[in-house]
């Protein structure tokens, strides 16, 4: 860093010094600070799901397109989420049979959408009482 911050000293006009100084600080940010993961996706997205989407987004100016794309999208989520939940329901059915209720619980709050409860704390009273 401190190398690229001399060369700041030998520029004259305010617009190089910007576009260097901002240059030295995206190379650092590029070489120490990681990227984030990308935002996890549904269970039941397919890689095919993501395409179409990435796809969907390069043609946003051309509406014809954009429309048909997004009715195929609309329609493959449709299908890969009616798949993901029966393949959960014959596996809810399976662990009903043998009894593991432990799977059957886990299975169903995966469906529904809750998440594990975290503790709560005791509430907030006054002084008196």
Known sequence: MQNKFEILEQITTAEEKWSQLKECIQDALKEH???RPKKE???WMTQNILDLMDERRKVKN???LYQSLNKRVRKEC???KEEWLN???DNIEACSISKCSK???EEINEISGKRKSCPQSGCIKAKDG
């Open 41 to 43: 996706h549904k269970k």
């Open 62 to 64: 051309n509406p014809n």
């Open 78 to 80: 449709h299908e890969a």
């Open 33 to 35: 600070v990681p990227k």
């Open 103 to 105: 799977e059957i619980y």
């Open 87 to 89: 393949k959960k329901c």
